[in-house]
């Protein structure tokens, strides 16, 4: 699978870091915000994956690299001018030609992709979004849906909102087609593209996310995903050494045997 990361951001909430270091490169547990993405991508199977780059581009390739030792194949482009989030895509032509990923960059995520593409394919979908909840509206792309998960409304950054508490959380499963509903020049998915597909009657879903996401966008934000983010990785080191520990006794062939017993 493919993956667009969406990179450019100028990152001014976070100065004065981002005088010198890309928001989707600031250090988080030891490691650039990027590459623990990468990490999470390639677990579930992307293999070549697209940025673009607007910021201190530099710092950002030669961070990450070819992407060789994630596992990824990458590939760069460097907007002088800012395209938008959909714009984005005319970046890389022909790479989108198959089921692919939208990854906002300031994203600190560890969501189960495998349910979203599976929900994504089994509704037909040509484009399926990640959803979170929220309780400041008027930053977020909010979204009313069905009892299918069919999406019924979206309006991005409402000063009003009527609806649930219901959000775009900035992962999104797309088909091809999607590609050509964005026109050259600057677009961007919140403001033109979702809501131009929902006028025509495409098939928009949303899915509420299993796992982590947390946008890093602020200082509060960083300094909460440094936290919450160490912790997770000591609590999975602590579960991978119990887990190596029971094997080295016999206990994990049992314990796998019994769960496939249920």
Request: charged share 25%; net charge neutral.
């Amino acid at each position: 699978m493919k993956a667009l990361i969406l990179a450019a951001g100028a990152g001014t909430r976070l100065r004065p870091l981002t005088d010198t270091c890309p928001k989707p490169m600031a250090p988080i547990a030891g490691q650039p915000l990027l590459a623990w993405t990468l990490e999470w991508l390639r677990r579930y199977g992307v293999t070549e994956a697209a940025l673009n780059l607007h910021h201190l581009p530099d710092v950002v390739r030669a961070g990450l690299g070819d992407g060789s030792r994630f596992g990824i194949r990458l590939r760069y482009a460097v907007e002088e001018e800012l395209r938008g989030t959909a714009g984005a895509l005319h970046n890389f032509p022909g790479f989108f030609d198959q089921t692919f990923l939208v990854i906002y960059g300031d994203l600190l995520l560890d969501i189960d992709l495998d349910d979203l593409i599976r929900f994504h394919r089994q509704q037909g979908a040509i484009m399926t979004l990640a959803l979170k909840r929220t309780d400041t509206p008027h930053s977020q792309g909010m979204i009313d849906i069905d009892t299918t998960g069919r999406v019924k409304r979206f309006i991005e950054k409402p000063a009003v909102w009527d609806g649930g508490d219901t959000a775009n959380a900035g992962v999104y499963v797309c088909e091809p087609e999607i590609v050509s509903w964005t026109p050259p020049g600057f677009s961007d998915f919140g403001h033109d593209i979702i809501p131009a597909l929902l006028h025509a009657g495409v098939p928009v879903y949303g899915r509420p996310l299993r796992g982590y996401l947390l946008d890093i966008g602020t200082p509060a934000a960083y300094e909460q995903a440094q936290q919450e983010w160490r912790a997770r990785q000591e609590a999975r080191g602590e579960r991978g050494k119990r887990q190596e520990v029971s094997e080295a006794r016999g206990e994990g062939q049992e314990a796998r045997g019994e769960r496939g017993k249920r």
